[in-house]
């Protein structure tokens, strides 16, 4: 079990790129410290009542990123849960804020190589479609990742989830 308040924060926030597996290992924290999970993005589509996908066609990006801080910002503000955060999210200064204030951040890193090949004929992201994925995917890396590299906690997630949980699991109950 964790005890979130002794360790001084509300919560656990998961930050990285598209397809770094953030969903998967946030899953996964929550099983194994019997927490719940919670996704920005899901809770965005449920409260718009539209796809992702949808969203950026109907409204555009502007109004997606206005709605993903509010929820971002809310979401970071509660206990004892693992938050998953859009691959965007942290080019926010307010969410950004907001993570360094009470969360325990983890980014889970990964390969543009690999992430390309996770996420080539994905559909369901709107910054991939009709653009060179590999140069998009570089492009926005590069814009991010001091960004990332900003968490409390950076683990390499190439291949094994196993090999990631040991390590964010040995990290959080020692610290
Ligand atoms: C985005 C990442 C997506 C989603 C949206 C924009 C981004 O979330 O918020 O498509 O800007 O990187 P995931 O990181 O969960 O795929």
């Known amino acids: 079990m964790l005890n979130f308040e002794k360790k001084g924060i509300n919560n656990i926030c998961l930050v990285g790129m598209m397809g770094c597996g953030k969903s998967i290992i946030g899953h996964e924290l929550g099983k194994y410290y019997k927490i719940k999970y919670i996704d920005s993005d899901k809770i965005i589509e449920e409260e718009v009542g539209e796809s992702i996908n949808d969203i950026f066609k109907n409204h ?3 109004f997606f990123r206005n709605y993903e801080e509010k929820i971002c910002k809310k979401l970071l503000n509660k206990k004892n849960c693992i938050i998953s955060l859009g691959g965007g999210s942290v080019e926010n200064l307010n969410i950004r804020n907001a993570i360094k204030k009470k969360s325990y951040s983890i980014y889970l ?3 543009i190589g690999i992430l390309y090949k996770r996420l080539k004929n994905s559909i369901k992201r709107p910054l991939l479609k009709n653009v060179n994925k590999k140069l998009k995917l ?3 890396y590069t814009r991010r990742k001091e960004f ?5 906690l950076i683990v390499d997630n190439n291949y094994d989830k196993n090999q990631v949980m040991k ?3 040995n990290k959080l109950n020692f610290k």
Do not use: C, L
Not at 148 to 152: D, I, L, R, T, V
């Open 60 to 62: 555009g990006e502007i």
């Open 109 to 111: 890193k990964v390969d």
């Open 138 to 140: 570089e492009e926005i």
């Open 148 to 152: 990332y590299n900003n968490a409390n």
């Open 167 to 169: 390590i964010i699991t």
